[in-house]
């Protein structure tokens, strides 16, 4: 089975902080994406990337980057969280386009 | 614009009963289409996709969703629901643009099912 792993289940941080949110895949999957999921929103794309060192920006972009060193790997970063990044940050990987693996996901608190 | 609406925010169903959670697009072109499924405190889960092919669809946990042309709809379906089945559902379609393939969600449909 594919398997997605995330640094942390739940966050909080303070306004101002820069937060780092990890993502594992350990299937040798190419792409990798970072989305944000709220209620009545459903799931926003932050950034993907296809390769290492390759990254897109997605639908909301603002206030995130992002980082992929190895293939495995992909960081999300908050350069300085602000209270309306208090969500749920999902990330995905998938080998072809047709079906993404999730990760359980990290749920954020700025304060 | 690719996009995804899910009119409906919560659907309740009684345990046994058939249940339908709702899914219409809006493409250019051929519609690649995608369920997922959130349970509580989980990440998505894939059930179903329609690519090409047989309009009916039939996916994991006994969940099916018919494609409908026509009507623009990919309907979620299963004919027995099961309290295990409350959960948050996703509709998705593929998009293209800037060269890649990303998928855009519709808002989620939330599934009681009641015993």
């Known amino acids: 089975d594919v398997k997605v792993t995330q640094s942390s289940r739940y966050l909080v941080k303070r306004t101002g902080e820069k937060v780092f949110l990890e993502c594992v895949q350990d299937m040798d999957h190419e792409n990798m994406f970072w989305y944000r999921q709220d209620p009545g929103l459903g799931l926003r794309l932050i950034y993907f990337s296809y390769d290492v060192k390759m990254k897109e920006k997605g639908d909301i972009p603002e206030g995130y980057s992002v980082s992929r060193e190895k293939k495995e790997r992909f960081s999300l970063i908050l350069e300085s969280a602000s209270t309306n990044q208090t969500s749920m940050y999902l990330c995905a990987s998938r080998a072809s386009w047709e079906t993404q693996y999730f990760g359980p996901g990290t749920r954020l608190l700025v304060l | 614009a690719q996009s995804v609406a899910q009119p409906e925010d919560q659907v309740n169903v009684a345990e046994g009963n058939p249940l339908t959670v709702k899914c219409t697009y809006s493409?250019?072109?051929?519609?690649?289409l995608f369920w997922y499924v959130q349970y509580p405190n989980r990440g998505l889960q894939f059930l179903l996709k329609?690519?090409?092919?047989?309009?009916l669809v039939k996916g994991s946990y006994g969940f099916e969703a018919e494609f409908n042309k026509s009507q623009t709809s990919f309907h979620l379906k299963k004919p027995s629901a099961l309290v295990s089945d409350s959960a948050l559902y996703f509709c998705a379609v593929r998009r293209f643009s800037g060269g890649y393939n990303k998928l855009i969600f519709g808002a989620g449909t939330r599934l009681a099912v009641h015993p």
């Open positions: 493409v250019s072109g051929n519609p690649y």
């Open positions: 329609y690519i090409t092919g047989d309009n």
